[in-house]
């Protein structure tokens, strides 16, 4: 185990965790390294939330939403799925490698699957090592805007 | 006067005198020999200022969106504003039955920062005769080919000739080769991510956060950008790190599947900073993954702006 766990920024749509026991582990029992951020679908994500994470200091960025046909508003994942996954690739292209940057799509029989994914990601992570390169916002304690 | 602006002046003055549209936007011969500016047109007494040179470097459907939908524009466009004005139309930013678009073959935009480190501040005018340009100073003359002195985007341009003008003044230019604009991306995308991002940081944080590149891009006419919003603040707005790195990604994730690598952004960066390798990578990806290529029509939405449910999608992942 690594010294310090890798901090992940876990962007997760309100409605794709159907077992409650899934969600009130993400809600109550995520580890300290996990930062939550629930939004009402992954169309709400915009690009610069995931780069405010990337830019605070996250060393990987996980989205979990829903399948393509489930979409609690029709089609909000799909302009997710569109945009997100080209701005990936465009960090990787300006030095945040693409693996960090991951989706899972949720569907109604993945009970317990979310704890399994973050555990391979936070695997995936620490192969990788801590993102430094686009860390640049300055800390809360320097006057800055993230802590 | 060259041919060609005769010609330009004619169907301005056509236009005008015939009540066909309310203004005609094109460039105006300015005191500083370097930088013609861009003009609007309304009466035909003002034609005699009209200029067309490659030293024209704006992108006129920046000025698109600064009149209102009813007002008639005629317009000066070469290939990479008549694709701008597509793209504009599609984004119903105008009408297009209220343009007139003067269609001009392109040669290329002679890039004036060249020619001063080439030749010193002292330019007093600038000859072209086809594909030699010449450079007067108050000291010296100078000769020079064209293509040594084309900004680096005309260098790469793909379709130097108006898609869809009304009107169409001049000879037609050959295509352009896009192995060129490919080639350059895939030579940065084949570094690594280390040198990748020490290209990218060498780049963005010379910026000084003045948003030229905004105010010249056709396709940046958000009322209220999202480095202007205060509350609440999303991006850093100081001259720091993570705000130059933020405004660079940001603006150019914003030109997906909209820029037509007319590389006004970097002409009018005071900074010299090269802004295109972003957002010729996204349009690249756009080309490959949706075959998407901008504002070769007035009527196909840019990728993100469609949602399809057969995206083939390398993200979904079936439980294990």
Known sequence: MNATPMKVALFQCRWCLYSPEDQAWVDHNLPENIHLVKVPCTGRIDPLFILNAVQGGADGVMINGCLPEKCHFKEGNLAARRQLAEFGSFLDYIGYEQARVRFVWLDLQDRGRIQRELAAFERTLEQLGPAQALATRAPAATGGTHD | ?320
């Open chain 2, 1 to 320: 006067m060259t041919e060609l602006e005769t010609k330009i002046r004619a169907e301005a003055e056509r236009l005008l005198s015939e009540h066909l549209v309310d203004v005609v936007v094109a460039f105006r011969k300015e005191d500083a020999p370097l930088h013609p500016q861009p003009a609007f047109f309304t009466q035909v007494d003002e034609l005699q200022d009209l200029v067309y040179n490659g030293l024209c470097a704006n992108n006129l459907a920046n000025y698109l969106t600064r009149h209102p939908q009813e007002t008639r524009i005629g317009m000066v466009v070469r290939g990479c504003e008549n694709r701008s004005v597509n793209a504009l139309v599609v984004e119903k930013q105008h009408t297009r039955e209220n343009l007139v678009l003067i269609g001009i073959p392109c040669e290329g935009i002679l890039d004036w920062r060249h020619i001063v480190a080439l030749t010193g501040e002292n330019v007093l005018s600038v000859e072209e005769n086809g594909e030699s340009v010449c450079v007067h100073t108050r000291e010296n003359t100078f000769a020079f080919s064209r293509v040594e002195l084309l900004h680096p985007s005309c260098q790469r341009c793909l379709h130097p000739n108006p898609i869809s003008a009304d009107v169409l003044l001049g000879e037609l230019k050959p295509e352009g080769d896009p192995e060129l604009m490919r080639l350059r991306i895939e030579a940065l995308e084949n570094l690594t991510l280390e040198e990748r991002n020490a290209w990218f940081r060498h780049e963005a944080e010379r910026c000084i956060r003045c948003y030229a590149c905004r105010e010249a891009c056709p396709m940046c006419y958000c009322t209220e950008c999202f480095v202007d919003h205060t509350e609440p603040r999303w991006s850093e707005s100081g001259v720091t790190p993570a705000g130059m790195q933020a405004w660079h990604i940001v603006r150019a994730f914003h030109q997906t599947g909209r820029c037509t690598s007319c590389g006004a952004c970097e002409r009018a960066c005071p900074m010299d900073i090269q802004m295109t390798y972003l957002t010729d990578k996204l349009n690249l990806d756009m080309i490959d993954a949706y075959q998407f290529e901008v504002g070769m029509d007035t009527t196909t939405q840019p990728p993100f702006a469609t949602l399809t449910l057969d995206d083939k999608n390398r993200f979904i992942t079936r439980g294990k």
